[in-house]
């Protein structure tokens, strides 16, 4: 009985403190953020501008990699050999400084894939920066703080 009395007093007391508000320092003042609403947003890759003579580049690291098992045209290569596949791009992403996404690695399925995406130049802008660029409507202006 005396056990009792203990553990329902102790209860009492803790159940006390859970409904009394808790304290606050007078002294902490909350800090604005002083950095502008509008902030620039990073460039998402870049600039890439193809070498002229990609299509021989590509056509060496293709022969090198696959050797004389190569078929009779060489863009036609099948690229399903992960292993293969990444030898090709790790090389190429090494030489020429442009590397395949990830989100683009499972559309690399031949050679063929493989020139589409090096010989496509990468701008450097963004589209923000494009629209800034562009010739606006007079009532439509853009304006980033960098």
Known sequence: MVFFLLTATRFRGVRRDLWRSPKVEDNIV???KKEPSLICPPPR???YVPPEDIQSIL???VKEICGPS????????SLKD?????????QLAAELG???PNSQLHLMCSAQDVLTFYSTPVKD???FDELCAAEL????KISWER
């Open 30 to 32: 909350p800090q604005e």
């Open 45 to 47: 890759s870049r600039k």
């Open 59 to 61: 056509e060496a690291r």
């Open 70 to 77: 190569l078929a009779g045209n060489w863009q036609q290569t």
């Open 82 to 90: 992960n292993r293969l596949k990444y030898r090709l791009l790790a």
């Open 98 to 100: 442009h590397a395949v």
């Open 125 to 127: 802008m963004s589209k």
């Open 137 to 140: 409507p007079p009532n439509l």
